[in-house]
């Protein structure tokens, strides 16, 4: 997915891509392909240093 606008995050680079949690827009440095998360919410999502394998999905 490809988006238009500025990183909502860091205001500097264009985004990349939409969070799909919060619909916030990222640039590729705030936005974790991983998880398809903003930094912000791949933060929240992984709580603790040093846990590799989290398993965000569950609930
Ligand atoms: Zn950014
Ligand atoms: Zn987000």
Not at 10 to 20: D, I, K, L, T
Not at 28 to 53: I, M, R, W, Y
């Amino acid at each position: 997915m490809s988006v238009s606008g500025l990183c909502q995050i860091c205001e500097s680079r264009p985004a990349q891509e939409q969070c799909s949690n919060c619909g916030t827009l990222a640039c590729e440095v705030h936005f974790k392909e991983t998880v398809d998360l903003c930094a912000d919410c791949a933060s929240q999502a992984q709580p603790g240093p040093g846990n590799d394998d989290v398993e965000i999905n569950r609930f």
